[in-house]
């Protein structure tokens, strides 16, 4: 069978692996609105994290100077450690409440992630029934109709 005769294939639906959607501003917890991400950038491995990790953060720039800051910061506390004495001292004086309130900013995010990125879905009001709901009309309407039928 020649080439030519064939019939082309349905092409297949491909699937957009594109980046998820960015969950309303309303549902920012605590340690990812701007009054305490703007503050934390000297608390060293804390605000790269938060930046990397956060599903609103996710812009090029952001995430690349986030990367920068996380490996340069890294690299200079583990030099200052080598070096020992009160340098060694005050690297861990400046690096210790970042790990701090990274441990406690990640555990929180662990827990509460999937309530804050899939928030329940707002069911109907219950206040409001709909007329066409057999289960909201009274037994004597239904009554009713059934002897008109």
Same mark, same amino acid.
């Given at each position: ?48 994290? /938060? ?7 996710? =812009? %090029? ?6 990367? &920068?800051?996380? *490996? @340069? ?15 060694? /001292? ?7 409440? =970042? %790990? ?6 990640? &555990?929180?995010? *662990? @827990? ?38």
């Amino acid at each position: 069978m020649s080439q030519e005769n064939r019939e082309p294939l349905p092409a297949q639906p491909e699937k957009e692996e594109g980046p998820s959607p960015v969950p309303p501003d309303e549902l920012r917890p605590w340690y990812y609105q701007y009054w305490f991400l703007h503050p934390m950038i000297v608390f060293w491995p804390l605000w790269p994290v /938060l930046i990397i990790r956060s599903p609103w953060h996710n =812009g %090029l720039v952001v995430g690349a100077l986030a990367w &920068a800051w996380l *490996i @340069i910061g890294g690299y200079l506390a583990f030099v200052r450690l080598q070096v020992g004495g009160t340098v060694a /001292l005050s690297t861990v004086a400046i690096v210790a409440p =970042g %790990l701090l309130f990274t441990v406690i900013t990640q &555990a929180h995010w *662990i @827990i509460n992630r999937r309530r804050i990125l899939n928030p329940p879905v707002a069911r109907p009001d219950a206040e409001t029934p709909d007329d066409n709901d057999p289960s909201t009309r009274s037994r004597r309407s239904l009554r009713r109709r059934r002897r008109r039928r």
